[in-house]
């Protein structure tokens, strides 16, 4: 065996290895269309058996007997037939990955079936001529015929139709699959014109072989690329679900979900209290200053709020000007207090350029709330904001706690 069918059969060898491996990560591929991945393993055992059967007439070229005759007639065979199949597998997966259900199959997809049908039946019956394609010799050797030029053209026809299937549709792929589908066509184009004028190693084959898992590979980033942006837009999603755009805090929405799903779960010795904010006079900062400044107001306010609480807590807002705590553990009328004045001297300390030293009054109202009691959410909910508007009747910044009074005025 000489050296360049040794450096063939190696090379192939490996080949069949890496395109089992793809074999095996593209089947086991749960997130792939269900039709790529068919058209996708039907190229890959394509490939596997290009590389045998071209590995076996390597092996038994020049080898005596009627059983190497046999396997050098079958191998070539298979190598011409895998070549003719894989032009409309090829195709097919271009028509999968440039369809998404909008197009149909254009009539130069269906020039790639006949031209691929015809390669296959002139192959049939160039095992009865030796004047197509190729022929074996009396020593087993592997040998051109006149009609050669003509197997390779019909090849080279079919590429040039899907090419030109892949270029009127390039804008539906991602730049990445549509260059590595392009070496699809330059790296067999070149290696047909190369074996050609040259007959010794199957440029052809590794060409293909090479160019189809380049393609694969481009393919799977691509997809995990997708799958990452997909996930992304899902938490997006969820994030604008559950969130007011403008502040940042929890909706109204999912922040009384929070607070349902921890009272739910509340053990008798388990406390908590849901405090209500309201901005004082809003609606004269939107008519002096603008919706702009405004909204400066909200973001202050609310920042100061999330700065308050702890990984327990749930912040939210309500709606408009209006702001909600919800604090596990608080229940006492000190504890409160020492809360509402921390509250207030941030308060004052926020300083909107706009307003001109103007400062910013909240009132507050809060309900407290123990595991022992049986009191509804809604209950809960409707005695904070009662209190609330209570406190609002007050100059300055003031709170009041349900039950009780506290009035601590913004001196």
């Not at 298979?78 to 990955?97: A, E, P, R, S």
């Not at 015929?145 to 197997?151: A, Q, T, V």
């Not at 393609?215 to 997809?223: I, K, P, Q, S």
């Not at 709606?319 to 229940?331: S, Y």
Request: aromatic fraction near 14%.
């Amino acid at each position: 065996m000489d050296r360049t069918a040794v450096f063939n059969i190696a090379f192939e060898m490996w080949g069949i290895l890496i395109c089992l491996f793809a074999f095996v990560v593209i089947f086991l591929q749960k997130n792939n269309n269900r039709d790529k991945k068919s058209v996708s393993l039907c190229m890959e055992a394509a490939c596997i058996i290009l590389l045998a059967a071209d590995m076996l007439s390597w092996y038994y070229q020049g080898k005596t007997g009627q059983t190497a005759y046999y396997i050098l007639k079958i191998s070539n065979f298979g190598v011409f037939f895998i070549n003719y199949l894989y032009m409309t597998l090829f195709t097919f997966y271009l028509l999968v990955i440039l369809n998404r259900g909008e197009i149909k199959m254009p009539a130069r997809a269906r020039g790639v079936v006949v031209l691929s049908a015809a390669g296959i039946v002139l192959l049939i019956i160039s095992q009865f001529s030796d004047k197509l394609f190729y022929y074996i010799d009396d020593n087993n050797f592997y040998n051109r015929s006149s009609g050669y030029l003509l197997s390779q053209l019909i090849a080279v026809a079919g590429l040039v139709l899907s090419f030109s299937i892949l270029l009127q549709y390039k804008k539906r792929l991602e730049k990445r699959v549509f260059w590595s589908s392009v070496l699809y066509f330059i790296l067999p184009c070149i290696s047909t014109v190369v074996v050609i004028f040259y007959y010794g190693i199957s440029f052809q084959t590794i060409s293909v072989v090479a160019s189809t898992q380049i393609m694969f590979a481009v393919d799977m980033v691509e997809m995990d690329r997708s799958l990452a942006r997909s996930r992304q837009e899902v938490e997006r999603t969820k994030y604008e679900a559950e969130h007011d755009l403008l502040t940042g805090m929890y909706n109204k929405t999912a922040g009384m979900q929070r607070i349902r799903e921890y009272i739910d779960n509340m053990t008798d010795e388990d406390s908590a209290s849901l405090v209500f904010v309201d901005i004082d006079d809003f609606k004269s900062v939107n008519d002096t200053y603008g919706h702009a400044v405004g909204d400066k107001v909200i973001i202050a306010i609310a920042e100061t709020l999330q700065k308050l609480c702890h990984d327990k807590n749930v912040a939210f807002r309500l709606g408009g000007d209006e702001f909600a705590i919800f604090m596990p553990g608080i229940v006492e009328q000190k504890a409160a207090e020492k809360l509402f004045e921390i509250l207030f001297e941030n308060i004052r300390q926020i300083d909107i350029e706009e307003m001109q030293g103007k400062s910013i009054e909240i009132s507050m109202g809060t309900c407290f709330y123990e595991g022992t009691e049986e009191v509804s959410f809604d209950q809960l909910y409707k005695n904070a904001d009662s209190v609330m508007y209570q406190s609002k009747e007050k100059q300055g910044c003031s709170a009041m706690i349900y039950g009780l009074y506290t009035d601590k005025k913004d001196s």
